[in-house]
Protein backbone atom coordinates (compact mmCIF):
# COMPACT_ATOMS: atom_id res chain seq x y z
CA UNK A 1 0.00 0.00 0.00
CA UNK A 2 1.27 3.81 -0.83
CA UNK A 3 0.21 6.64 0.14
CA UNK A 4 0.57 10.73 -0.12
CA UNK A 5 0.93 13.19 2.64
CA UNK A 6 0.50 17.04 1.58
CA UNK A 7 1.63 20.23 3.60
CA UNK A 8 2.32 23.50 3.17
CA UNK A 9 -1.46 24.89 2.62
CA UNK A 10 -2.62 27.90 3.87
CA UNK A 11 -3.95 31.56 3.79
CA UNK A 12 -1.64 33.82 2.06
CA UNK A 13 -1.65 37.23 0.50
CA UNK A 14 -2.16 38.16 -3.17
CA UNK A 15 1.74 38.27 -4.39
CA UNK A 16 2.68 35.90 -1.60
CA UNK A 17 4.10 32.55 -1.56
CA UNK A 18 3.77 29.27 -0.33
CA UNK A 19 5.34 25.98 -0.54
CA UNK A 20 3.53 22.32 -0.79
CA UNK A 21 5.47 18.92 -0.15
CA UNK A 22 3.96 15.80 -0.36
CA UNK A 23 5.53 12.60 1.22
CA UNK A 24 4.77 9.17 -0.57
CA UNK A 25 5.04 6.29 1.61
CA UNK A 26 4.91 2.57 1.65
CA UNK A 27 6.40 0.03 -0.50
CA UNK A 28 8.29 2.12 -2.79
CA UNK A 29 10.99 1.52 -4.68
CA UNK A 30 10.63 4.06 -7.72
CA UNK A 31 7.38 6.17 -9.22
CA UNK A 32 7.59 7.19 -12.31
CA UNK A 33 5.23 10.30 -12.17
CA UNK A 34 4.71 12.70 -9.24
CA UNK A 35 2.12 15.86 -10.05
CA UNK A 36 0.60 18.45 -8.60
CA UNK A 37 -3.22 19.07 -9.26
CA UNK A 38 -5.61 21.87 -8.09
CA UNK A 39 -9.42 22.08 -7.91
CA UNK A 40 -11.46 25.59 -7.14
CA UNK A 41 -15.26 25.28 -5.89
CA UNK A 42 -17.06 24.71 -8.78
CA UNK A 43 -14.09 23.37 -11.06
CA UNK A 44 -12.90 20.51 -12.38
CA UNK A 45 -9.73 19.02 -11.16
CA UNK A 46 -6.78 20.62 -13.15
CA UNK A 47 -3.21 19.65 -13.53
CA UNK A 48 -0.73 22.54 -12.36
CA UNK A 49 2.79 20.73 -12.87
CA UNK A 50 3.64 17.26 -13.48
CA UNK A 51 7.35 15.78 -13.18
CA UNK A 52 8.03 12.25 -14.94
CA UNK A 53 11.29 10.57 -14.75
CA UNK A 54 13.81 11.79 -17.17
CA UNK A 55 11.75 14.85 -19.05
CA UNK A 56 11.19 18.24 -17.95
CA UNK A 57 9.00 19.60 -16.07
CA UNK A 58 5.47 20.65 -17.53
CA UNK A 59 3.04 23.56 -15.96
CA UNK A 60 -0.21 24.49 -17.02
CA UNK A 61 -0.25 27.68 -18.79
CA UNK A 62 -2.16 29.61 -15.75
CA UNK A 63 0.76 29.02 -13.03
CA UNK A 64 3.70 29.03 -16.17
CA UNK A 65 6.74 31.19 -14.39
CA UNK A 66 5.47 31.60 -11.00
CA UNK A 67 5.09 27.52 -9.99
CA UNK A 68 7.95 25.16 -9.58
CA UNK A 69 7.85 21.59 -9.05
CA UNK A 70 10.51 19.17 -8.06
CA UNK A 71 10.93 16.07 -6.88
CA UNK A 72 13.81 13.84 -4.70
CA UNK A 73 13.58 10.58 -5.68
CA UNK A 74 15.46 9.03 -3.20
CA UNK A 75 13.36 10.53 -0.23
CA UNK A 76 9.77 9.74 -2.69
CA UNK A 77 8.79 13.40 -2.27
CA UNK A 78 7.35 16.61 -4.82
CA UNK A 79 7.24 19.92 -3.72
CA UNK A 80 5.31 22.91 -5.37
CA UNK A 81 7.06 26.30 -4.88
CA UNK A 82 4.13 28.63 -5.65
CA UNK A 83 5.47 31.94 -6.39
CA UNK A 84 3.44 35.50 -7.13
CA UNK A 85 -0.14 33.94 -5.98
CA UNK A 86 -3.29 34.99 -7.12
CA UNK A 87 -6.51 34.83 -5.75
CA UNK A 88 -7.60 32.67 -8.55
CA UNK A 89 -4.90 30.12 -7.36
CA UNK A 90 -7.34 29.31 -4.56
CA UNK A 91 -8.36 25.67 -4.43
CA UNK A 92 -7.94 22.52 -3.52
CA UNK A 93 -4.37 21.20 -3.88
CA UNK A 94 -3.57 17.51 -4.33
CA UNK A 95 -0.97 15.39 -4.85
CA UNK A 96 -0.51 12.64 -7.30
CA UNK A 97 1.76 9.85 -8.01
CA UNK A 98 1.66 7.45 -10.92
CA UNK A 99 3.50 4.39 -12.36
CA UNK A 100 4.39 3.13 -8.95
CA UNK A 101 7.07 0.18 -8.11
CA UNK A 102 6.80 -1.89 -5.51
CA UNK A 103 8.92 -4.64 -3.85
CA UNK A 104 5.45 -6.67 -3.53
CA UNK A 105 3.35 -4.81 -6.20
CA UNK A 106 3.27 -2.15 -8.41
CA UNK A 107 0.16 0.50 -8.54
CA UNK A 108 -1.36 2.42 -11.38
CA UNK A 109 -2.15 5.34 -9.36
CA UNK A 110 -2.58 6.95 -5.57
CA UNK A 111 -3.89 10.08 -4.67
CA UNK A 112 -3.33 12.82 -1.51
CA UNK A 113 -6.12 13.86 0.50
CA UNK A 114 -5.41 17.59 -0.56
CA UNK A 115 -4.39 20.96 1.02
CA UNK A 116 -6.24 23.89 0.70
CA UNK A 117 -4.26 27.23 -0.47
CA UNK A 118 -6.24 30.34 0.13
CA UNK A 119 -5.20 33.70 -1.34
CA UNK A 120 -6.80 36.62 -0.03
CA UNK A 121 -6.02 39.89 1.11
Known amino acids: QVQLAESGGGLVQPGGSLRLSCVASGDILDIRLMAWYRQAPGNQRELVAQ???????QYSDSVKGRFTISRDRTKNTATLQMNSLKSEDTAVYYC???????????????WGQGTLVTVSS
Open 51 to 57: LVNGESA
Open 96 to 110: NAEGIIGRRANIGEV
